[in-house]
């Protein structure tokens, strides 16, 4: 695993993702760092303000600081998109590995549920199954992590199928290993890698999903701070207080950059050609 | 006159917006924009007939524009109306019987009369089709024809606010003929006697009215009215700088913060932004049917008011585009009590937090579920009033649903806290107390669910009949001290009614109730160039 930073901090978007990712879980975890104030504090006498030195992005209609507003909308955003890839990385997995472990009618069932999801746009998809589950962050959580269930769904049912044949399990099938155990041994442990490079890439997804569902109204509700809810409320001011969008729309992009540039990362990893090259290099 | 390159771009402007919506033979060349007013609308009207009208701003006011009512309401703060197709009435002393004397002369756009007979058709056809007007003429026993001008109406008991009613959309006169030949096309085209005729429409790109050039009250200066449906408020800020459109209408406010699109314009010195007050009010109501639970104790609903920071509200957040409002009828309605004022409460979250405590809040404390609709609008409200009630310690959670959604939460009486609002459509006190108060339509929609209540009940129902006006008046001041003594709801605010456009647009009449542009006196002046 060791050799495995090595290679991310080695990688050029690798090192940028780190950096970016780190700093922004620092000052999301520590608002205080920059002087931060409560999210919700209203100030009548301070509407609509450019940015300033009390208030380094400036403030919202109701005079909150947009500074903190990012900063602890940030954490929600955060924690659901890495809740939203751990829920659809688990209901996945499982999906996946029983139906390309044990294959016949429970494969044909599973997948085909999968293809029809696959088959509806995942934010469409969200947008119904959270709107027909009520707004808040919950029922979008668990809408977003349906949308990306099938990605993992179908990557582990490939891996589970390739390594079901492999003479290991054979063995250990005709050794008489309850098939439970040769699923999370053999099976889920060697084809665990391709899934791991999916993960960071899926949560810029989700991050993306999240703000979508907020800014259409679906996802957190006031006065909580969340990225996409917070331009939806902006947005009627983008033509006399441009900052209160584009500071949110700015962190929403550098989260995600930061997500994907890891990704890449750890796809170049994880690639045979591009390893082989730089294993090369090396030599 | 303007210079031919101005016309030229102004034209390709004009083209591009509203092609599809001109008669073929109709080509741009022949579109003077001086004599010619583009109206931006936020939506499709629904039903330009006043038997399908639903009280629904966009097509109201088209009506009002191709249609003429008997009357007219003159202003908030008094019963009065004035004549349209009326030329004079006489009431009679126990208030059952109206005599209408009509102008005479005047043609409907197909050429037939307007006389007794076609006011009797249109009355009887609005109430047997239209649900909305059926509260409004439920008391109306017959429709009489004397001669030709004159029409008798006759009650089964007093309403004493009857003129204002037929000054309603609802209750404008048309053309008999028209409706006989085209039946239940009537309304894509709708044939009246008003000061424009009916062109074109076009689902979802607009309409097309031109003048009616023998209008009883004299032509308008306006060859054309021309309105475009644009639903985005930024495509409508945009067109109206570049001088594509020459009115926005702000119905979009209802729904839309208006305070950005104002802060912009103020500083362009080729719009022009008109205000006016109205009777849209807004309030936070309570579940006043509830008997258990903290919304059924007063001291939790007074705390509830006193903890609102109306002054911030209207001023800061909103922008001044809304003035205060301090009981169930709006400041400008002519039965307002100056008394209310007095007794309203003032933001005082210190008092707000002793009537809690006298109500053991801390010990069943739990969080109220807050209901609106959807928009910028009402969730900045509803944003600030739920940061008011925490400041006293009341946890408040926001729903916001579509406007049928919102009705069924709140006829079956699922919510704590209601924002809302109401916009009356005829110019009578009746309009916001009746609906409202009476407790025996508590479960029905737009009311505020008062418990039964004798006195408030009986108060209600005799001013809604008494026919002397000063009478009338004390009864609805002692309502509104009732009501207000039972704090039902926080009123927060009346809306202003705010128009955006162009400085060389001159004459706009915006009507009283219901605030509804009238462009019969609009005229352009020219661009100085």
């Known amino acids: 695993m060791s050799a495995f930073y090595g290679h991310l901090l080695r990688h050029a978007s690798g090192r940028i993702g780190i950096v970016l990712l780190g700093g922004i879980i620092l000052l999301i975890s520590c608002p205080s760092l920059v002087g931060a104030y409560s999210p919700d504090q209203i100030d009548l006498l301070a509407l609509l303000q450019p940015p300033s030195w009390t208030h380094p992005l400036g403030t919202d209609l109701f005079g909150r600081d947009l500074l903190s507003r990012i900063l602890y909308g940030g954490r929600h955003t955060l924690f659901i998109g890495a809740s939203v890839v751990s829920l659809a990385f688990i209901f996945g997995v499982v999906i996946g590995s029983v139906s390309g472990f044990k294959g016949g009618w429970i494969d044909s069932i599973a997948m085909r549920v999968i293809d029809a999801i696959l088959s509806f746009p995942a934010l469409v998809l969200a947008i119904a199954l959270s709107a027909a589950m009520g707004a808040g962050l919950t029922s979008a959580t668990l809408a977003i992590s349906v949308t990306l269930t099938p990605q993992f769904a179908r990557l582990s049912r490939n891996q589970a199928r390739r390594l079901s044949d492999m003479l290991y399990v054979d063995a250990a099938r005709a050794l008489g290993v309850p098939d439970h155990t040769i699923m999370l041994r053999h099976i889920l442990r060697n084809g665990l890698v391709p899934l791991l490079t999916l993960a960071p890439l899926s949560v810029g997804t989700a991050i993306l999903q ?61 690639s045979p050609s591009q390893r082989i090259t730089s294993e090369a290099n090396r030599a | 006159m303007l210079t031919t390159r101005r016309r030229s771009v102004i034209l390709s402007g004009l083209s591009s917006g509203f092609a599809a919506l001109l008669p073929t033979e109709a080509t741009a060349k022949q579109i003077d924009r001086s004599r010619t007013l583009v109206i931006a609308i936020g939506s499709d009207p629904i039903g330009i007939d006043p038997a399908m009208n639903r009280a629904e701003p966009v097509g109201s006011e088209i009506i009002i524009n191709i249609f003429d009512t008997l009357v007219v309401s003159v202003a908030d703060n008094t019963p009065n109306v004035e004549g349209r197709l009326a030329q004079k009435w006489n009431v009679s002393p126990d208030g059952l019987h109206y005599r209408f004397t009509l102008v005479e002369g005047v043609l409907f756009h197909d050429g037939t009369p307007v006389d007794a007979q076609a006011v009797q058709f249109s009355i009887e056809r609005t109430r047997r089709l239209n649900p909305f007007a059926q509260a409004s003429f439920a008391k109306v026993l017959r429709i009489e024809v004397v001669d030709p001008i004159t029409v008798d109406f006759h009650l089964s008991s007093p309403v004493p606010f009857f003129l204002s009613l037929l000054g309603q959309p609802q209750a404008a006169i048309v053309s008999p003929k028209a409706v006989l030949s085209h039946g239940e096309d009537f309304s894509q085209s709708p044939v009246g006697s008003g000061a424009f005729r009916f062109v074109q429409y076009t689902p979802e790109v607009g309409l097309i009215l031109s003048c009616n050039t023998d209008y009883f009250r004299g032509r308008s200066a306006l060859d054309t009215l021309v309105y475009r449906i644009i639903t985005d408020a930024s495509t409508r800020h945009m067109e109206l700088e570049r001088g594509e459109i020459d009115i926005c209408q702000q119905n979009a406010q209802l729904s839309a913060l208006s305070m950005s699109d104002i802060q912009s314009f103020s500083h362009n010195p080729d719009i022009k932004i008109v205000e006016k007050t109205s009777q849209i009010l807004r309030q936070l109501e309570f579940n006043n049917m509830r008997s258990e639970g903290p919304i059924s104790d007063i001291r939790v609903r007074r705390a509830i008011t006193h903890a609102i920071d109306y002054n911030g509200l209207a001023n800061h957040i909103l922008a001044g585009t809304v003035e205060r409002a301090y009981g169930p009828l709006p400041t400008v309605n002519w039965a307002f009590s100056p008394t209310v004022q007095a007794l309203s409460p003032n933001y005082d979250p210190a008092y707000a937090r002793i009537l809690l405590n006298e109500a053991q809040w801390a010990a069943h404390k739990r969080t109220l579920s807050l209901i609106t609709f959807e928009g910028s609008f009402w969730a900045a409200v509803a944003t600030f009033i739920q940061a008011n009630l925490a400041v006293i310690g009341i946890d408040v959670t926001i729903e916001q649903m579509e ?74 001041a002692a309502i509104q001290d009732l009501i207000l003594q039972q704090a039902p709801a926080a009123y927060l605010f009346t809306s202003k009614i705010i128009i955006f456009q162009r400085k060389e647009v001159e004459g706009l009449a915006v009507r009283s109730t219901p605030p509804l542009n009238e462009y019969w006196g609009v005229s352009k002046r020219e661009p100085l160039r």
């Open chain 1, 210 to 270: 999240v703000a979508s569902l907020g800014f259409l109204g679906l996802g957190a509700q006031p006065p909580t701070a969340e990225w996409g809810a917070d331009i939806a409320m902006n947005l009627d001011y983008v033509r006399v207080a441009p900052w209160t969008v584009f500071s949110t729309g700015i962190a929403i992009v550098l989260t995600v950059l930061a997500f994907n540039l890891l990704a890449d990362a750890t796809g170049a990893y994880f």
């Open chain 2, 403 to 476: 406007f049928p959604s919102l009705r069924a939460r709140h006829v079956a009486g699922q919510f704590d806290l209601a924002l809302d609002g109401r916009e009356p459509w005829y110019n009578d006190p009746d309009a916001h107390i009746t609906i409202g108060y009476l407790s025996t339509l508590a479960n029905t929609a737009m009311t505020f669910r008062m418990p039964p209540n004798n006195r408030l009940d009986a108060l209600i129902r005799n001013a809604q009949s008494e026919p002397r006006e000063d009478v009338r008046k004390s009864l609805y």
